[in-house]
C-alpha cells in the first residue's frame, strides 16, 4: 500500500490472470475511472500482451511478488481456480485490497483462512458473484425479501454450461479444485442462500457424476453433473443441478425459481444464452415481467468493488458469508 499516495489520487490496481475473464473484468473496471492499473501479471505472453492493450500505462511483471512490490492498493485475481486462497492470502498479508474470481477457496477451510486474513488487514475482500448483479437476481431479492410471495417453501436452482469449459485446467482437480459444483454450483449456492437472507443450512445431500456414473470417491478426476438437495432452517426444500457438457440441446440452462405460499418469482436464460435472462414474477397461472434483455451485468460485480475500494471501503462483514457458501459445497462433496 502506498503510504506517499496523496488522498484524492485513484487507487492503484494489479492484475493476476488476464485469461477471458481477467480482461473482461479489467475493462469493466477501467470504465468506472475509479482506479488505475498499475501493473498486470500472468505466465502466458500473449495474455499479459492482450491486458496490456488494455491498460497500456500498466507495467507488465512476472510474479504476484513482483506485482505487490509495485505500490498496489488492491489486486484483481482471475487465475484458475485452486490458486485463489492463496494468491489472496498472500496479498491481503501485504495490507492490499482484493476482488478474487469465484471460488474464493475450494473448502470452508480454505476460504475461511482469506476472510480471516482481509479482518485482520482490514481490507476489502470481495468475489465475483456476477449472477447477483443481474437486474433478474436484484429484482427477484426485492420481491422475496418483500413478502410478496408469502412463505418460500421451493427454490430450484439449474445451470448446465452444456457447452462445458474450454480450458484444459478445469478438468485438472489440482488445479480446479473440483468439477461444476466449484465452478457453478457455488453461483447457485450463493443466490439461493442470498435471496434467502442467508438462513443456516440443515442437511445437505447429494449425487455426483462423471460421464454418465457415479464419481464415487476418486480424486483424479472432477464431476461434470450433480444434483443436491438442501433443507433449510426457513423449511424451504432447495434444489440444485449443475453440469458441463450436457446434452441439453443449447449452450446452457440456467435458472433460479422461487416459490412461495403467494406466488413465484424466477430468473432463467433465453434461447441458451449465456448472457441474456428473463425474470418474472409468477401469480397462479399468469406472469409479468421483472426484467429483460439487454442488460450488462458482468463487470457489475468487479466494478462494484472498485468504486468501494476508491472510496476508501475498508473489510466489509458480508465477506463472512464467502465461508457459510464453501461449507455447503464441501458438504455436496461429502467432506
Ligand atoms: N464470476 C464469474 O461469473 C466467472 C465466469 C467465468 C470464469 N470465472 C472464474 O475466473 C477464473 C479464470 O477463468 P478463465 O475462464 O478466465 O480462465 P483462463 O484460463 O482464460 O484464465 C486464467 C489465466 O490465469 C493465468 N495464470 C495461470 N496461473 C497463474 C499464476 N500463477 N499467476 C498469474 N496468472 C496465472 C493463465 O495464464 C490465464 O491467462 C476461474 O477461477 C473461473 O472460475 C468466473
Known sequence: MSLERPAHARPRLGFLGVGWIGRHRMKAILETNAIEVAAVSDPSPEMAEEAHRLAPEAKLVATLDDLLDEQVDGVVIATPSALHAEQ???ALERGVAVFCQKPLGR?????RAVVNAAREADRLLAVDLSY??????QRIREVVQSGELGRI?????VFHNAYGPDKPWFYDPALSGGGCVMDLGVHLVDLALWTLEFPKV????SKLFRDGEPLGLRLDRVEDYATAMLEVSTGAAVRLACSWRLQAGCDAVISAS????EGGAALRNVNGSFYDFVAERYRGTARDGLAEPPDEWGGRAAADWARRL?????????AERLVEVAGVLDRIYGR
Do not use: K, N, P, W
Open 88 to 90: 489472496s492470502i498472500r
Open 107 to 111: 473448502t470452508a477451510a480454505e476460504t
Open 132 to 137: 447477483r448483479f443481474t437486474e433478474g437476481m
Open 153 to 157: 417453501y421451493a427454490v430450484d436452482l
Open 202 to 205: 440443515r442437511s445437505v445431500s
Open 258 to 261: 422461487f416459490f412461495g405460499t
Open 310 to 318: 476508491a472510496a476508501g471501503a475498508r473489510f466489509d462483514m458480508a
